[in-house]
């Protein structure tokens, strides 16, 4: 099962970026983490991060035969980028919306919403680098039940 784990913006700055809020781990140590619990899970991963809107449905489109599904954290543009949630139902793909921290229970209401929320089949929030991994347990349990059906 390949999985694409794409990191909006803001978060290439993971470790120094307001730390008392997303503290101090990189995001080299998220990619890290998430690569080797993908490797136990039996999942290939491939790391994608901009900071630019355009760029991360680039990449959406392009991995879209590659990829069996999709770990996001479209970080601000969860909260009004359509062309986003537009692209995730362009690609098709099975998909689960993740942030490090608990969006609904945070300063400022624009954080409740997203716009991707009703688009993705899991969501995970407030655990950290943990929401990552609860998104590949999540994948891992829905290929498990496909394979029993089958
Ligand atoms: C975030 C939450 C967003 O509201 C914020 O804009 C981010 C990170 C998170 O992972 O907690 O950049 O997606």
Same mark, same amino acid.
């Given at each position: 099962m390949n999985v694409l784990i794409v990191n909006g913006p803001n978060?290439?700055?993971?470790? +120094?970026?307001?730390p008392e809020i997303y503290?101090? %781990?990189t995001l080299r140590d998220l990619e890290r983490e998430v690569g080797s619990h993908a490797r136990k899970l039996r999942m290939r991963v491939r790391f994608f991060q901009s900071n630019h809107e355009g760029a991360i449905i680039d990449e959406l489109h392009r991995s879209r035969r590659w990829a069996d599904a999709i770990v996001i954290n479209?970080?601000? #543009? +969860?909260?009004?980028?359509y062309a986003i949630r537009d692209a995730l139902l362009a690609v098709a793909l099975p998909a689960a919306e993740v942030h490090l921290t608990d969006v609904d229970n945070?300063?400022?209401? #624009?954080? %409740?919403?997203?716009?991707?929320r009703d688009v993705c089949v899991h969501r995970f929030t407030g655990a950290g680098i943990g929401s990552y991994l609860q998104a590949l347990d999540a994948f891992a349990a829905d290929r498990a039940a496909r394979k029993k059906h089958r």
């Amino acid at each position: 099962m390949n999985v694409l784990i794409v990191n909006g913006p803001n978060l290439n700055l993971l470790g +120094t970026r307001e730390p008392e809020i997303y503290g101090r %781990k990189t995001l080299r140590d998220l990619e890290r983490e998430v690569g080797s619990h993908a490797r136990k899970l039996r999942m290939r991963v491939r790391f994608f991060q901009s900071n630019h809107e355009g760029a991360i449905i680039d990449e959406l489109h392009r991995s879209r035969r590659w990829a069996d599904a999709i770990v996001i954290n479209p970080a601000a #543009f +969860t909260h009004y980028s359509y062309a986003i949630r537009d692209a995730l139902l362009a690609v098709a793909l099975p998909a689960a919306e993740v942030h490090l921290t608990d969006v609904d229970n945070r300063e400022g209401d #624009f954080r %409740k919403i997203s716009v991707v929320r009703d688009v993705c089949v899991h969501r995970f929030t407030g655990a950290g680098i943990g929401s990552y991994l609860q998104a590949l347990d999540a994948f891992a349990a829905d290929r498990a039940a496909r394979k029993k059906h089958r």
